[in-house]
């Protein structure tokens, strides 16, 4: 937060400070309980934010495949 804060004083771009202050990683894991989350039918998208190169991008799973999908993924449990 303090390096973020410093950065935007000193004038530099919304990227570079975001940039500059995240954390490299090499990835999350998330672990999601279904006792938590009840039902036998999950819906999941995942949308992520990353820098390529030098340019912010985004990847979204998963997308519309036509006009009747609503771009979710369906987990069935049994």
Avoid: C, N
Avoid at 22 to 31: C, H, L, Q, R
Avoid at 62 to 68: D, I, K, P, S, T
């Amino acid at each position: 937060m303090i390096e973020s804060q410093r950065l935007e004083k000193e004038g530099r771009s919304p990227y570079e400070v975001l940039r500059a202050a995240s954390y490299p990683s090499d990835g999350i894991e998330f672990a999601i309980r279904r006792s938590k989350l009840p039902g036998q039918q999950w819906l999941m998208r995942l949308w992520i934010s990353a820098f390529m190169g030098d340019k912010p991008g985004s990847l979204l799973y998963r997308r519309r495949r036509r006009e009747v999908d609503r771009g979710w993924l369906e987990l069935h449990f049994k």
